[in-house]
Every structure is written in C-alpha cells, then in structure tokens.
C-alpha cells in the first residue's frame, strides 16, 4: 500500500509565504514524478508543479511561476512546494501527485494524497 500525507497548509495573507511538503510511504515502488495539484470547488483541478525523479526536471503553471518552487528529496520520497507572495487566487485545497510503477507490475500509475487546504486571505 503506498500512501501520500501532505502538511504544511494553513491560512496566509496576500503576499505571504507557506511551504508544503508531501511524504510517500510503503515500500515495494518507485516514484517517476511527484506534483502538486489545486482544486476549488466547481472547478477541475489544475496542475501547478510537477518534479521529475530522475532528471530533476520541473513544470510549473504559467500563474504560479516566479512564485512557487517545487523540489523533492529522492532519499525521503518527499516533495515540497514552496510557495511565496501568495495571492486569494491561490486559495485551494493542494493535492500531492505521485506516478508511481510499483514493482510487480511494468505500468506506472498516479497517487493521491488527501489534501491540504491552503487560503489566503486580503
């Protein structure tokens, strides 16, 4: 059983700073990209970071750039996101992302972490 448990979220005024982090635990996997996602209500949830395992490659959403960072730890399977001069807009519960290709079986699938919720406020 693999399991993604975030923390970090809380609430923030416009302009602050919050730093999430997301732990994969089990064992018998290995990690190919770890990401986070955000999600309102009414709304798809949307990429904003994701991190390769491999080549340390990193995509961001065009409107968290300059702003968010994304980084992990191979060693701890963790990622974290870094997130400064928050904005209301940023307001949304961030999911961790983990494609995962567990060992008995050749196709990588995504893990879902249970969220976190983050608000900024005015």
């Known amino acids: 059983q693999v399991q993604l448990v975030e923390s970090g979220g809380g609430s923030v005024q416009a302009g602050g700073s919050l730093r999430l982090s997301c732990v994969a635990s089990?064992?018998?996997?290995?990690?190919?990209?770890m990401g986070w996602y955000r999600q309102v209500p009414g709304k798809q949830r949307e990429l904003v970071a994701t991190?390769?395992?491999?080549?340390?490659?990193?995509d961001y959403a065009d409107s968290v750039k300059e702003r968010f960072t994304i980084s992990r730890d191979n060693a701890k399977n963790t990622v974290y996101l870094q997130m400064n001069s928050l904005k209301p807009e940023d307001t949304a519960v961030y999911y961790c992302?983990?494609?995962?290709?567990?060992?008995?079986?050749?196709?990588?699938?995504?893990?879902w972490g249970q969220g976190t919720q983050v608000t900024v406020s005015s």
């Open positions: 089990g064992s018998g996997f290995s990690i190919n990209v």
């Open positions: 991190i390769t395992s491999s080549t340390n490659y990193a």
């Open positions: 992302n983990a494609r995962i290709r567990r060992y008995y079986s050749s196709i990588p699938r995504d893990y």
